[in-house]
């Protein structure tokens, strides 16, 4: 836990570099992600109870990695095949989308700079500050580009532990990809406004929005969306016409 709490996970030996084939008495490697894998996995076990609990905790069932996945599975954060002695361990286990479980598979850090985010211990800073932002580009039909761009004031562990996070689940292709419903249907809401109140209830729609994800979720797809819509001249005027 005091490896998790100060950020330096990657410092704690894996199996390969400590060459254990035996890990708990004499438990190897097989019979310890066994228990994952055979006894809290299946419905028929009654360790199922742990597994089902734990991809409950998740608020409104979002995965904590992206955001946005409906939570269907359990992740190791620290990957079964390297700590095979945390494969049961629940502060190991973040209830997760299939997709960001896929995404980071058998991923493990090496340094600091390495690093994602972990769910269960991060700077609170993660979410009190804002780090995510995306740019409206004016393309036929538009797109919207996401960046984390982490505050100065953070320090530069935090800054590059984001910035991995960012990268390493792929978030910059999969925000773009929720936006695009979300400004498809966007465009017709937009036009009737338009048409009744002009310009200018396009705009203040826009910001209202924006204002109202930011104070729930700061760091969300939508928020950085609609942040950069409201923020564009160009969509404000005609962008949200482009199909």
Not at 198 to 227: C, H, I, P
Request: charged fraction near 20%; proline fraction near 5%; aromatic fraction near 12%.
């Amino acid at each position: 836990m005091n490896a998790a709490r100060h950020n330096v996970l990657y410092q704690l030996p894996s199996s390969s570099e400590k060459n254990e084939s035996v890990v708990f008495g004499n438990l190897t490697k097989g019979d310890v992600t066994g228990l994952y894998s055979a006894q809290m996995v299946p419905d028929s076990k009654p360790a199922r109870q742990h597994y089902d609990q734990l991809v409950l905790s998740s608020p409104y069932r979002k995965c904590p990695f992206c955001g946005f996945g409906r939570v269907t599975t359990l992740d190791h954060f620290l990957n079964k095949s390297h700590y095979p002695w945390f494969s049961i361990v629940p502060a190991n286990l973040v209830p997760a989308c299939k997709d960001c479980n896929h995404v980071k598979s058998n991923r493990r850090a090496k340094s600091a700079n390495d690093q994602t985010v972990h769910p269960y211990f991060e700077s609170a800073r993660l979410s009190a500050d804002q780090w995510l932002f995306a740019s409206v580009m004016q393309t036929t039909p538009l797109t919207i580009e996401y960046k984390a761009e982490p505050p100065a004031s953070w320090d530069n562990e935090l800054r590059k532990r984001v910035e991995q996070h960012f990268t390493c689940f792929d978030l910059k292709v999969r925000f773009a990809i929720e936006a695009a419903p979300e400004l498809a249907g966007l465009r017709f809401t937009l036009k009737k406004l338009h048409a009744v109140a002009g310009r200018v209830a396009v705009a203040q729609y826009l910001a209202a929005v924006a204002s109202g994800e930011s104070e729930f979720f700061r760091n969300s797809w939508k928020t950085a969306l609609y942040q950069a819509l409201a923020s564009s001249n160009w969509y404000i005027d005609e962008g949200y016409l482009m199909e």
